[in-house]
């Protein structure tokens, strides 16, 4: 018995570690287990073939970057250059801090505050800049469409 | 020749069969495939192996992917022969006659060892059979199996420790 690589003394262990196995593997036919694999193989079970190459991870990877790149470029510029355009909020808020309400009737003074009811309604759901007229729910719409005859009234 | 396979060439495929088919029985069958089932794990071994050749990176050797591979067979259909009755082999290793035939004691040897290797935890098991009976270095043992050269080497002397304990 040695004392092998490994510090112990198993080299009788791996003597019959060796020869296990090897007379069933001697009985395999291996000519006739490549010629059944090869006719497996023919009848579908063909290789996995390599991802197609816009579908590995990194490209998908930065596809997405590209689209949150995009994404958070049209946010902002819709901030920017869109702030007013779909709840009307600061039309009436400009016409109210304008230091005209002196002037209003009380007839026009109301219209104006069912304006502002009208526009508070919304303002939990609704962002300037963030979304459009499409994006109302019915009951918003329909606050939303009492409220202008209020405000053309306030502007008349 | 796995770039040839890749490619389409059958004969490639036919090939890599013919270099390593014997590696792949010897394995599973001291791993404790049956030997009725043999032909079948080891055509199952290659036909996953070349299924999923995309995947081969070199990382170790295509031999040693290959038996693992074999070892995730040989699970695979454990799992579906839970329920078959397996005569232990104890049985047989204690009607042994008074005067046994050297070969016959060898064989005894290997049954036992068998017998206790399946006994082991998987990957006890595996690396001992890559190490003993394959012959390959831990590096080697460690990239296939997706372990370390130490944890390997640990794995080693925990199976040996234990196949000498039943053996004796």
Not at chain 1, 34 to 53: F, S, W
Not at chain 2, 19 to 42: C, I, K, N, S
């Amino acid at each position: 018995m040695m004392h092998d690589a490994d510090g112990v003394h198993d080299e009788a262990l791996r003597q019959v570690a060796r020869r296990l196995g090897a007379e069933a593997a001697d009985r395999l036919d291996v000519e006739r287990t490549a010629q059944a694999v090869v006719a497996r193989l023919r009848a579908g079970d063909a290789p996995q073939r390599p991802p197609i190459r816009w579908m590995q991870p990194a490209w998908m990877r930065a596809a997405a970057g590209v689209v949150l790149i995009i994404g958070a470029g049209l946010l902002i510029y819709r901030r920017l250059h869109l702030p007013a355009e779909s709840t009307g909020v600061d039309s009436t808020v400009v016409v109210a801090s304008a230091g005209e309400l002196q002037d209003f009737t009380s007839g026009q003074l109301r219209n104006v505050l069912n304006g502002l009811d009208s526009t508070v309604e919304m303002t939990p759901t609704v962002h300037a800049g963030e979304a459009g007229v499409e994006d109302l729910s019915e009951p918003q719409l329909q606050s939303l469409l009492k409220a202008i005859p209020s405000i053309q009234a306030v502007e008349d | 020749m796995i770039a040839a396979w890749q490619a389409g060439d059958e004969r490639a495929a036919a090939e890599l069969v013919r270099r390593h088919a014997r590696a792949v029985a010897r394995f599973l069958a001291g791993a404790g495939a049956p030997e009725a089932d043999l032909d079948d794990l080891v055509q199952e071994t290659f036909i996953r192996a070349f299924r999923a050749v995309a995947s081969f990176r070199s990382q170790c050797q295509f031999r040693t992917w290959l038996l693992t591979i074999g070892g995730n067979a040989l699970k695979d259909l454990g799992r579906r022969l839970a329920r078959r009755r397996v005569v232990p082999l104890d049985e047989r290793l204690e009607s042994k006659d008074g005067d046994p035939h050297e070969r016959t004691v060898a064989g005894e040897t290997e049954e036992r060892l068998r017998h206790g290797l399946t006994r082991l935890p998987r990957m006890q098991r595996e690396v001992f059979l890559l190490r003993a009976q394959q012959g390959l270095e831990y590096g080697e043992i460690a990239a296939a199996l997706d372990t370390t050269p130490g944890a390997a080497r640990v794995h080693y002397h925990h199976a040996v420790k234990r196949l000498k304990e039943w053996l004796q």
